[in-house]
């Protein structure tokens, strides 16, 4: 099996039905790898060793290395989204802190500066991996704001949630790739206090200045 072919954007090999014990044997042993070996040297050939299969049960399944850690990583972080509560603040001291958590992940860490330089000259990929991870927080996020705010027009409440989750997203990404989980109370408290402040904003009101 030619190594190089990880390198290359494609779709999962077609092959025998998938073995669901196979598959997080793979996702783990990727996982694993990334922290203990960063992502470049987190090889198809490196994970089928330590998962103790051969290289062609992984193309079967995964078409590049790329697909492979993408699943690996953001198939982890499919999960539930908080609950909402009656007070805003702490919804979005909560939000705050699981954005963070996640990326704070020591494989996350590791994997996404790899992802990006490898996505950096298909747009069309890395709009996939922007939206996989972002596009239902986003969602329900915009839904939150709507119910606190139903005073407020539709495209107003929408332009508030794009800024508020955009900052959201910059701020934990910057601050997990870089700091992990180091002084996370303050940082998180600080940044629900701003995207608080933020969400009062009516931007249509400011657009009318």
Known sequence: MDERRDRRTGTAGVGRPRDPQVDEAILAATRELLVECGYQKTTITAIARRAKLGTAAIYRRWATRESLIEDAIFGMQDVALPEVTDDLHADLLTWTRMFLVRI??????????????????????????????????????????????????????????????????????????????????????????????????????????
């Open 104 to 209: 704070a992940e020591p494989a996350t860490r590791a994997a996404i500066p790899g992802l990006l330089s490898a996505y950096r000259s298909d747009e069309g990929v890395y709009e996939r991996l922007v939206t996989r991870s972002e596009h239902p927080a986003r969602a329900a996020l915009t839904a939150r704001v709507a119910a606190a705010f139903p005073e407020r027009s539709g495209d107003a409440n929408a332009a508030v949630s794009e800024a508020v989750f955009d900052l959201l997203m910059a701020a934990t990404t910057m601050r997990g790739l870089t700091s992990g989980l180091a002084d996370a109370d303050a940082f998180c408290a600080r940044t629900a206090d701003s995207l608080a402040l933020l969400v009062t904003v009516d931007r249509a009101e400011i657009g009318a200045r």
